[in-house]
């Protein structure tokens, strides 16, 4: 293989642009393995506001201050994330606000952990719950149109939406190195 | 048996503690008059964007005159300063104002650094602190306990930070809101007194697109 033939694009490739062509300016996020390519991207892009966050649902009130000043934006997180945005949803579902998350999984496939299962086999329920929309990636080939058109569900039709990226898509943790 | 006697000696010190700074704190004459910090806060306010946290603040800023520009919170406790980044990092033209109290800002204490590394200068956060949660029957806050949030903003790295105890540093508070040169965080020291709660619109899809529109965006 030549030095500057391009890399196969993975899932975790597509991510960043896909959000971009849907024209979110801001990323807020807590850190994650599973979406590290997206944050490194967004870090870097100087068109894109991303913000770190201490914890999940700090994002939930980020996005809807950034969509009542005109702008789109997206949370990445973890399962275990979902957990920490419970009572805040109430602000996408009172005031009907966008939310566009991406969901990371554990505990739903070949968890090595057993301490992951417990938040990881009720993140959908959770959600669905909550009033978000949900809908699931286990292939890399359903994560860019699964992106697509819950972007178009929730800045189109101001509803809450998510993408949960399935381990089974990530691939098992490693655990013996 | 030792051990047993020494956590029952300290914890009815801790007791007489709390005590102590409930009849203090609980004194309705400590402190500024939060109605009317925040009125002279939100005078000559042109097109200053405001954020409320959920309970008194919210019936404070309603009680000052309800607005266009004004997002008022009802749930989400914790989330007052974080829409108000949001607001602030998507209209950087724009001062941005989040009024809210202890109780809700503890709540959220984490976005204090999420905001500090974020380095807006066009977002100020007042805490309207009487030290006690008033909503749920004025249980002392932690605030209410010493901890001092303006230091903790401090800390976490805020361009400006004050602990406010008269209308004079109100007032100039106000003007460097208006300066839209810093991030400022000011803990305001008001008293505990009931005020009658003014009540605002708690259909959140109305105050959404009412101040998405009056910022020139369509309703979706």
Redesign the interface.
């Known amino acids: 293989m030549q030095d500057n033939h391009p890399l196969p694009e993975t899932w975790q490739d597509e991510v960043f642009p896909i959000l971009k062509s849907v024209n979110v300016k801001h990323i807020a996020y807590v850190p994650d393995a599973g979406h590290s390519k997206a944050i490194k991207a967004a870090n870097t892009d100087v068109s894109i506001k991303s913000v770190v966050l201490t914890t999940e649902e700090e994002g939930l009130g980020y996005l809807a201050g950034a969509w009542l000043g005109g702008d789109r934006g997206a949370l990445l997180l973890q399962y275990s994330g979902v957990g920490n945005c419970i009572n805040t949803l109430a602000l996408q579902s009172c005031a009907r606000f966008p939310l566009l998350m991406l969901v990371t999984m554990r505990g739903d496939w070949a968890e090595f952990n057993p301490w992951q299962n417990p938040m990881g086999q009720n993140t959908e329920e959770i959600l669905t719950r909550m009033g978000v929309m949900i809908w699931r990636a286990d292939k890399s080939e359903d994560v860019a149109p699964l992106i697509r058109g819950a972007a178009t569900m929730a800045f189109d039709g101001d509803s809450a939406c998510a993408v949960i990226l399935g381990q089974r898509l990530i691939g098992e943790k490693e655990w013996n190195n | 048996m030792c051990r047993y006697s020494w956590a029952a000696t300290n914890w009815r010190k801790r007791v007489e503690q709390l005590d102590d700074n409930k009849a203090s704190m609980q004194d309705e004459n400590i402190g500024l008059d939060r109605r009317e910090v925040v009125r002279m806060l939100l005078k000559d306010r042109v097109d200053m ?1 405001v ?1 409320t946290g959920l309970g008194s603040p919210s019936y404070d800023v309603m009680a000052a005159g309800d607005h266009d520009n004004n ?1 008022y ?19 950087p033209d724009r001062k941005v104002l989040v009024i809210t109290g202890d109780g809700e800002m503890l709540m ?1 204490i ?2 204090m ?2 905001i500090a ?2 380095k807006t200068t066009n977002l100020s956060i007042v805490v309207l602190d009487n030290g006690h949660y008033g909503e749920t029957g004025m249980q002392l806050s932690h605030a209410g306990q010493g901890i001092e949030l303006d230091k903790l903003a401090s800390a976490c790295g805020f361009d400006w930070t004050d602990s406010i105890r008269s209308m004079e540093q109100v007032k100039l508070l106000q003007q460097r809101i208006h300066h839209k040169e810093s991030l400022n965080f000011a803990n305001v020291k008001v008293n505990s007194a009931n005020k009658p709660r003014v009540i605002p619109p708690r259909d ?2 109305y ?2 697109n009412r ?2 529109m009056s ?3 369509k309703p ?1």
């Open positions: 964007l954020v997002y919170l009802w749930a989400a406790m914790g989330s007052a300063s974080t829409v108000g980044l949001g607001l602030a990092n998507s209209q959220g984490g976005s650094a999420t590394v974020q959140g899809v105050i959404k101040f998405r910022l020139g965006f979706g």
